[in-house]
């Protein structure tokens, strides 16, 4: 016999059976995420860095070429200025020819330098993946789906 009345809910239950669940599935990932960073060399993601901070001295060099040297205030650093001021000025049709080769060289390894940033993410977003359908596998569980919407993030399925 149903009298209509609704069955008294035990919320405290169903917050700490939602809690569980939410903390396993962040341990899950936190343990996939941890075993797709192993996946990559140790120092793949510190010379991608290194080569970017390596830029910037490249763009400061490329400012000093066809510069005139720091000289001291003695009778041979004012011959020696003289000297290379006498060079600079029978070299200047070919200063800009080598500030214009060098920043392209610069800005062909930047451009290299994304590539580069770019594959080593999708590296780690293929890792991860791989992580979660390994652990998948083991558990049996609906983890997969779960996965591809946080992995994939706006990418289409394939």
Known sequence: MNTG????????VIMSAIRQRMRAENQRRADAMRNARKGLPADLVARVSRLRARMGSLRAGVAHIGGMPPAPPTLRGKLGALAVGIMR?????????????????????????????????????????????IDERESGGAALDDGRREAGSGERPH
């Open 89 to 133: 000025r029978s070299l200047f049709w070919l200063i800009p020819n080598l500030q214009a080769t060098q920043e392209q060289l610069i800005a062909a390894i930047d451009d290299q330098t994304t590539a580069l940033e770019e594959v080593v993410t999708a590296l780690q977003r293929t890792n991860f993946r791989i992580e979660l359908l």
């Open 5 to 12: 009345l609704p069955s008294p809910v035990d919320v405290s």
